[in-house]
């Protein structure tokens, strides 16, 4: 897979190699456009063993001095006898300031595999035109804490085996048909495969609402349970998810000027808590309790840096990925407990990030929040008066989990609803939100929708599986974005009715 680098000039890969015969003694051999290499190693091959079954071993390595937005073919030979070959591509330092050319960020969040069987998101997301040049994850790549129904044993090396095969099937997709000559995977693989990527976990990459106790899973109710569970999910998260050297949860920044992307890993820097009745009073409320040290310092670090640029010729427009929405209340204390608790029950951080996005806003910047989880999508836009636009993407999902009980009664009630009139075509997907009244420490922006569809009476809020393509332009020193609606399920009609766009115009005010 290609991740991010840290730079334009650098090619970043990430290889697993399945049931590797010879584990961490395994030898791999590189090529680069055909020709053999040494790659630096940015995390080196570890192995992951469990229950009797070969190591699954992981690594990124990276080819450096190449040209930025460049293409290239790398191969990968594991013990003279896999051979493995995939084209790859660097980022571009800028964004195009032709007419013609645009730079294409693919957002998506929230997949579980067993509702997408036939691979449809990655194969319709591959042959959708045009082509990204950057993937983000916004979160719960995969479900860890599913099925709901099943209690898991409160055992580690069990945990671990069930997560291994979690990602494997996302990653593999064992059994399915190559997409084409590539050899890729129909399903998530192609996902995977379509450009640089980088992502970030929420709580499916550890269970729901991690790390609080949560009511249906049991494992979670003693503080030994969760760090087994968490020791874990951390770790599959390292072996198939953290394209970076160090721990996880590390924020990341990628810069291709005059587009600055902050990705902010609001998951796994969590407090965590103690003892069997962690209170989420004691939790929730402390600094750094939800961003922990690196985040908030990154967060400031990023904003100075957005700041210092407001008033030069060359702006810059800071993007903020998040695992859960900055415009959500706070969930209740009874909602916590079978739900999430969102970012702004952490009070002393979550005013910390909003008084960080106000910091660039009163310098005269736009900034763009980005995130999933919501199983709905949507854009907003919070203005304030001589201040920079606050906006919002939402993408979410691209598979949409199955709630046992509750998708039956939503059936149901679409059914009786059908008889009265027009049924809910999305009866299992979540009603959008409407946008809350006021935003900001203050309350002083305010949120309103964007977005067209082909229906007059249609939302524009998303529903459906879905995936959000925002593509770039420079004008001058401004940037325009258009975001656009990839439908991902079987519905022709809902999709004509409800094909969704919007655009709106990043600038400086002075």
Same mark, same amino acid.
């Given at each position: 897979?290609?991740?991010?680098?840290?730079?334009?000039?650098?090619?970043?890969?990430?290889?697993?190699?399945?049931? &590797?015969?010879?584990?961490? /003694?395994?030898?791999?051999?590189?090529?680069?456009?055909?020709? $053999?290499?040494?790659?630096?190693?940015?995390?080196?091959?570890?192995?992951?063993?469990?229950?009797?079954?070969?190591?699954?071993?992981?690594?990124?390595?990276?080819?450096?001095?190449?040209?930025?937005?460049?293409?290239?073919?790398?191969?990968?030979?594991?013990?003279?006898?896999?051979?493995?070959?995939?084209?790859?591509?660097?980022?571009?330092?800028?964004?195009?300031?032709?007419?013609?050319? @645009?730079?294409?960020?693919?957002?998506?969040?929230?997949?579980?595999?067993?509702?997408?069987? @036939?691979?449809?998101?990655?194969?319709?997301?591959?042959?959708?035109?045009?082509? %990204?040049?950057?993937?983000?994850?916004?979160?719960?790549?995969?479900?860890?804490?599913? %099925?709901?129904?099943?209690?898991?044993?409160?055992?580690?090396?069990?945990?671990? &085996?069930?997560?291994?095969?979690?990602?494997?099937?996302?990653?593999?997709? $064992?059994?399915?048909?190559?997409?084409?000559?590539?050899?890729?995977?129909?399903?998530?693989?192609?996902?995977?495969?379509?450009?640089?990527?980088?992502?970030?976990?929420?709580?499916?990459?550890?269970?729901?609402?991690?790390?609080?106790?949560?009511?249906?899973?049991?494992?979670?109710?003693?503080?030994?349970?969760?760090?087994?569970?968490?020791? &874990?999910?951390?770790?599959?998260?390292?072996?198939?998810?953290?394209?970076?050297?160090?721990?996880?949860?590390?924020?990341?920044?990628?810069?291709?000027?005059?587009?600055?992307?902050?990705?902010?890993?609001?998951?796994?820097? @969590?407090? @965590?808590?103690?003892?069997?009745?962690?209170?989420?009073?004691?939790?929730?409320?402390?600094?750094?309790?939800?961003?922990?040290?690196?985040?908030?310092?990154?967060?400031?670090?990023?904003?100075?840096?957005?700041?210092?640029?407001?008033?030069?010729?060359? %702006?810059?427009?800071?993007?903020?990925?998040?695992?859960?929405?900055?415009?959500?209340?706070?969930?209740?204390?009874?909602? /916590?407990?079978?739900?999430?608790?969102?970012?702004?029950?952490?009070?002393?951080?979550?005013?910390?990030?909003?008084?960080?996005?106000?910091?660039?806003?009163?310098?005269?910047?736009?900034?763009?929040?980005?995130?999933?989880?919501?199983?709905?999508?949507?854009?907003?836009?919070?203005?304030?008066?001589?201040?920079?636009?606050?906006?919002?993407?939402?993408?979410?999902?691209?598979?949409?989990?199955?709630?046992?009980?509750?998708?039956?009664?939503?059936?149901?009630?679409?059914?009786?609803?059908?008889?009265?009139?027009?049924?809910? $075509?999305?009866?299992?997907?979540?009603?959008?939100?409407?946008?809350?009244?006021?935003?900001?420490?203050?309350?002083?922006?305010?949120?309103?929708?964007?977005?067209?569809?082909?229906?007059?009476?249609?939302?524009?809020?998303?529903?459906?599986?879905?995936?959000?393509?925002?593509?770039?332009?420079?004008?001058?020193?401004?940037?325009?974005?258009?975001?656009?609606?990839? %439908?991902?399920?079987?519905?022709?009609?809902?999709?004509?009715?409800?094909?969704?766009?919007?655009?709106?115009?990043?600038?400086?005010?002075?």
């Amino acid at each position: 897979m290609n991740h991010v680098a840290d730079d334009a000039t650098s090619l970043r890969v990430w290889a697993g190699v399945l049931a &590797a015969t010879n584990g961490p /003694g395994s030898i791999l051999n590189w090529t680069l456009d055909g020709n $053999p290499v040494v790659p630096s190693v940015v995390r080196p091959l570890a192995c992951w063993t469990v229950q009797g079954k070969f190591p699954f071993c992981s690594t990124v390595v990276e080819f450096k001095d190449l040209a930025p937005a460049s293409e290239h073919e790398v191969g990968l030979k594991v013990d003279n006898d896999i051979v493995v070959t995939r084209s790859f591509r660097t980022l571009p330092r800028s964004i195009p300031g032709d007419y013609s050319d @645009r730079f294409n960020l693919l957002l998506l969040s929230c997949f579980h595999s067993a509702q997408d069987p @036939r691979g449809e998101a990655g194969r319709w997301i591959a042959s959708y035109k045009p082509r %990204p040049d950057l993937v983000l994850f916004a979160g719960d790549q995969v479900y860890l804490d599913l %099925p709901t129904e099943r209690d898991f044993p409160d055992d580690q090396a069990w945990l671990e &085996a069930k997560f291994q095969e979690d990602y494997v099937n996302n990653w593999f997709a $064992p059994g399915a048909s190559p997409a084409d000559g590539s050899g890729i995977p129909e399903g998530f693989p192609q996902l995977l495969s379509l450009a640089p990527l980088a992502s970030i976990p929420d709580d499916h990459e550890y269970w729901n609402n991690a790390p609080f106790k949560a009511s249906h899973i049991e494992n979670s109710w003693t503080q030994a349970g969760r760090d087994r569970w968490s020791a &874990a999910a951390e770790k599959g998260f390292q072996m198939f998810q953290q394209g970076y050297p160090g721990t996880m949860g590390q924020p990341r920044v990628i810069d291709i000027e005059p587009l600055s992307i902050l990705l902010l890993d609001t998951r796994s820097q @969590r407090a @965590r808590g103690s003892g069997n009745k962690p209170e989420s009073s004691t939790m929730l409320d402390p600094p750094r309790a939800l961003l922990g040290g690196a985040g908030c310092d990154a967060l400031v670090d990023w904003v100075d840096k957005l700041v210092a640029s407001a008033r030069t010729a060359r %702006p810059l427009y800071g993007f903020l990925m998040t695992g859960q929405s900055l415009f959500a209340p706070p969930e209740s204390a009874l909602g /916590g407990k079978f739900f999430d608790y969102q970012l702004a029950n952490y009070e002393a951080d979550y005013r910390f990030m909003l008084e960080q996005i106000e910091r660039v806003s009163a310098a005269g910047l736009p900034l763009t929040c980005l995130t999933g989880d919501v199983h709905w999508g949507r854009v907003l836009r919070a203005d304030a008066l001589n201040r920079g636009t606050v906006y919002e993407v939402i993408s979410s999902p691209t598979s949409l989990v199955r709630s046992i009980g509750v998708d039956e009664m939503k059936q149901v009630k679409s059914v009786i609803k059908g008889w009265f009139g027009p049924k809910d $075509p999305w009866p299992k997907h979540p009603p959008p939100k409407a946008p809350p009244e006021r935003f900001g420490t203050l309350g002083n922006y305010r949120p309103s929708l964007l977005g067209t569809t082909l229906d007059s009476k249609a939302s524009s809020s998303m529903r459906g599986n879905l995936a959000l393509m925002l593509s770039f332009q420079r004008l001058g020193g401004s940037l325009d974005v258009q975001v656009d609606y990839i %439908p991902l399920h079987r519905d022709p009609e809902v999709n004509a009715k409800t094909r969704w766009s919007t655009s709106f115009k990043l600038t400086a005010v002075h």
